[in-house]
Nanobody, 132 residues
Framework: EVQLVESGGGLVQPGGSLRLSCAAS????????MSWVRQAPGKGLEWVSA????????YYLDVVKGRFTISRDNAKNTVSLQMNSLKPEDTAVYFC?????????????????????????WGQGTQVTISS
């Protein structure tokens, strides 16, 4: 059974930092591209960042470039998102997502295309709130 368990969300002031982590199990982790996807209240899904199975390719949404850093540890089956200089508009539920590498997630995101929904495994999400 595929499981993705996020942790690390919370409430921080603007300009603060948070580190999200996702522990994966039930699949061959290195064969999956991993991603962080967020959904703000009343808005659709936004693919924030992604990292290829081997870690050699990385994607960032333009509005988070220079502030967020994604990383993965294939020995521990974990993926993390370090978020710095947080803004109120970063407030959202953040989901960990796993996509088989055959789908070409990073290539799709680079041209604004989401992966087929049937190819995505999702975590339960963690709330990130940026407010003073």
């Amino acid at each position: 059974e595929v499981q993705l368990v996020e942790s690390g969300g919370g409430l921080v002031q603007p300009g603060g930092s948070l580190r999200l982590s996702c522990a994966a199990s039930g699949f061959t982790f290195r064969s999956y591209d991993m991603s962080w996807v967020r959904q703000a209240p009343g808005k659709g899904l936004e693919w924030v960042s992604a990292i290829a199975g081997g870690g050699g390719s990385i994607y960032y949404l333009d509005v988070v470039k220079g502030r967020f850093t994604i990383s993965r540890d294939n020995a521990k089956n974990t993926v993390s998102l370090q978020m710095n200089s947080l803004k109120p508009e970063d407030t959202a539920v953040y989901f960990c997502a796993a996509v088989p590498d055959r789908v070409g997630l990073l290539s799709r995101l680079a041209v604004g295309r989401a992966p087929p929904s049937n190819d995505v495994y999702w975590g339960q999400g963690t709330q990130v709130t940026i407010s003073s």
